[in-house]
């Protein structure tokens, strides 16, 4: 199966940018598409962003498009997220979680959690000053 773990959060003022990685072993990345997604303490689950299995379709929440970019590099197996203009409600722990289905629907709207097969331990994203 599919194993993803999750680098490059930390703390980072207003405004700031961090770039996350989900690395994969296990298996053939581009057999899966790809999801984002962040919890808040006290909060559920959110999902954030996706990208399909060849990396042509992605798709975002309101809450972050136009600042966070999803991209993929399959020969790396890694799947990244860039995040710009940080704010304070961005801070979260975000994970990352794979789907093999063949038809993850990224390309028209943003997928549920329950539609991920696996999932990474999350990367802690502070957003402070």
């Known amino acids: 199966q599919l194993q993803l773990v999750e680098s490059g959060g930390g703390l980072v003022q207003p405004g700031g940018s961090l770039r996350l990685s989900c690395a994969t072993s296990?298996?053939?990345?581009?057999?899966?598409?790809i999801g984002w997604f962040r919890q808040a303490p006290g909060k559920e689950r959110e999902k954030i962003s996706c990208?399909?299995?060849?990396?042509?379709?992605?798709n975002y929440a309101d809450s972050v498009k136009g600042r966070f970019t999803i991209s993929r590099d399959n020969a790396m197996n890694t799947v990244y997220l860039q995040m710009n203009s940080l704010k304070p409600e961005d801070t979260a722990t975000y994970y990352c979680?794979?789907?093999?289905?063949?038809?993850?629907?990224?390309?028209?709207?943003?997928?549920?959690?329950?539609?991920?097969?696996?999932w990474g331990q999350g990367t802690q994203v502070t957003v402070s000053s």
């Open positions: 979680a794979a789907d093999l289905s063949v038809n993850n629907g990224c390309r028209t709207y943003l997928p549920d959690m329950n539609v991920y097969d696996y």
């Open positions: 296990g298996e053939i990345l581009s057999y899966y598409a």
């Open positions: 990208i399909s299995r060849g990396g042509g379709a992605t």
